[in-house]
């Protein structure tokens, strides 16, 4: 279904995206604060996937940089439109509409400021799913809609423009090379499709679902319900499905550096009901996998999410402070991201972990029988 | 004066464009290979700059890398024709004629393989008026002509285009951060010009005056003359004037790393004359400046050349060898090189020296009347 979303609903779809973004994909606060801006109390056309034209062309916009550097360096607000603009150019064709190539974090957000610049609608789809660190790991590529020709827009009216045919790690590459040297921020747009790729490639409703999670979360703390509950209702009725709760505890340890234009560290924290358990999180911008006394109990592509203990409000990698006292939880990704052709492009071999990939719910003793049975396959 | 080139003509140029390649500008022997294969028994059309159309387009290319590498990375041959290409499909319109962005070392060959394989004719003059480490470093830039756009195109088909405005030595940073992803070298095409910008922004005839320095050398040698003073009689018909003899010795030290994508080194040679100096010299690709017994006798833009000491064969930076016997002579730089603009962008400070710019016949003891009084000025 069509719908319009408004400046109303950016705290619930902020809450939302950084739910997904699984620990990264920048703050979208500063996002949703340039989509404010512009917007006013205008609207913006969120278009169902199911319902556009085959032809449409879309042309997703985004930033990319590690998210430590997006915090302290907020863009102006126009360099994705620029980037679009860029690409439009390069490729001789308007865009009829812009998407998001990733539905956490920042990223969530940078296609609204370009549809309120602009006036474009925005399809309610994404690549990712949640966040990941690299361009390369979408679920366009997967399914054969390549990255190049990428644009790129630098705050200082830089402009640059990369085609490495279908080879997109090589366009991952040299985009970040480029965003490395402009201090670490770029806009950019890429993965220029139409309605029928986005059919085939994309996941869908990815905006929509982030919006009702935060919502759910607002409203069940309103309630005062459980939002855990709350989160694990919403996903239900869509392709996530299955929420697990993975461990509470307290933060005893964070570990980050900013290595080549990613955000890399590791968290510990330790188990709140006296049995001595810890919890070890390892995250490239992104949480990446969780290890319970040593045991993984959840592993990309899986979401596996460190919320607030108390207000389940979702905390970054980079807001993780000793002493916090949180929940982490795993969400089972939707199937499409689990094929081996996913796994190859953003499973745990990807980041260079040698665990390979179970999902969550087989390896918190759910089997997906049982999954079957409490009444949750779509 | 229009004049073809052969293929006969390339063994004398590699030499002429080594020795004001100042120790850097890579090895044009490679790059003699590549305009042999292409150009076959054929010919290419050289153009006097004072001859062509004020409104002639012309799109220089180059190899942009470490030396260091690209003598372990032998391009294919296609790849500077291919970043023509992508500057002529950017820009919407096509070249007339290519040119050198730089006349020392593989970028004096690379615009004949072009134009060997495209049978565009080339403009003899060039941006550098020898070899420099940057893109940056051009009079081109330094009298009103930007690189950008600049297109970059790799061996495996990356295509990438890079517009900062003005500012070049973004431009040259981010098309570095680019070549250094690509394993070290990538081909160029940039500062896209009309005739009237090359009469007034390009150090004119540097393509004939390398292949007169290299023909003048070998001629000496097969007459037994000194190749040094059919040097220095050659440079005194060009803008270039003046040649020094600053030092006779042996290599005892090279010392020499691949840093950020360039070669950085110090050299030290001991005197042959049994006097105990020595000369240092401190290279970036190029040689940088001359220091005997700790007083700078040469300095950049001026060249300082090292040449094997009985037959003046030009030696570049990676092709020192402790224990060779060496000749280093100082060459004064034209006067559109010392200006205080052209400094800014090419002189000491650009290479974090203190040492200022003093030109090489007055650090010599030669004043300027001196060169005046013995008939050298143009």
Redesign the interface.
């Known amino acids: 279904m069509t719908w319009r979303l408004s400046a109303d609903d950016l705290p619930d779809l902020a809450r939302g995206a950084t739910l997904l973004g699984t620990g990264g994909g920048g703050d979208p606060y500063i996002g949703r604060r340039l989509v404010e801006r512009v917007l006013g109390d205008g609207s913006i056309e969120i278009l169902d996937p199911d319902e556009i034209a085959d032809d449409l062309f879309v042309i997703p916009t985004a930033q990319m940089g590690a998210p430590t550097v997006m915090v302290e360096k907020i863009p102006a607000g126009y360099e994705a439109t620029a980037a679009l603009r860029i690409l439009e150019e390069?490729l001789g064709r308007t865009a009829e509409a812009t998407m998001p190539i990733e539905c956490g974090g920042i990223n969530s957000m940078i296609p609204l400021v370009v549809a309120a610049e602009t006036g474009l609608p925005v399809v309610d789809a994404d690549g990712m799913g949640r966040a990941f660190p690299k361009l390369s790991m979408e679920t366009f590529a997967v399914y054969g809609v390549h990255g190049s020709?990428l644009a790129l827009a630098?705050e200082?009216?830089?402009?640059?423009?990369?085609?490495?045919?279908t080879?997109d790690r090589?366009m991952e590459?040299?985009a970040?090379?480029?965003t490395?040297?402009?201090g670490g921020v770029g806009h950019i747009a890429e993965y220029a499709m139409t309605g029928a790729d986005v059919r085939r490639t994309a996941i869908p409703r990815t905006l929509s679902m982030a919006l009702s999670l935060g919502r759910a979360i607002r409203e069940a703390r309103e309630a005062n319900r459980s939002p855990y509950e709350a989160i694990e209702q919403t996903l239900s009725t869509t392709l996530y499905r299955y929420m697990r709760r993975l461990f509470a505890g307290k933060v005893v340890d964070v570990e980050r550096r900013t290595s080549e234009g990613f955000a890399k560290g590791v968290a510990k924290i330790a188990a709140s009901d006296g049995s001595g358990s810890t919890l070890e999180l390892r995250f490239q911008n992104e949480n990446l996998v969780a290890l319970r006394d040593g045991e993984c109990v959840a592993i990309v592509p899986d979401l596996i999410c460190v919320l607030e203990d108390e207000s389940a409000e979702p905390i970054t990698t980079e807001g993780l402070r000793y002493g916090q006292r949180v929940q982490v939880i795993g969400i089972s990704t939707p199937d499409m991201m689990r094929t081996p052709e996913a796994l190859a492009a953003f499973g745990p071999a990807a980041f260079g972990l040698s665990e390979p990939f179970r999902p969550v719910e087989e390896r918190a003793g759910v089997t997906r029988q049982d999954v079957v049975d409490a009444g949750l396959e779509a």
């Open positions: 390069h020709p630098g200082n009216g830089e402009k640059v423009v990369i085609d490495t045919g080879d090589r590459s040299l970040r090379a480029i490395i040297r402009l």
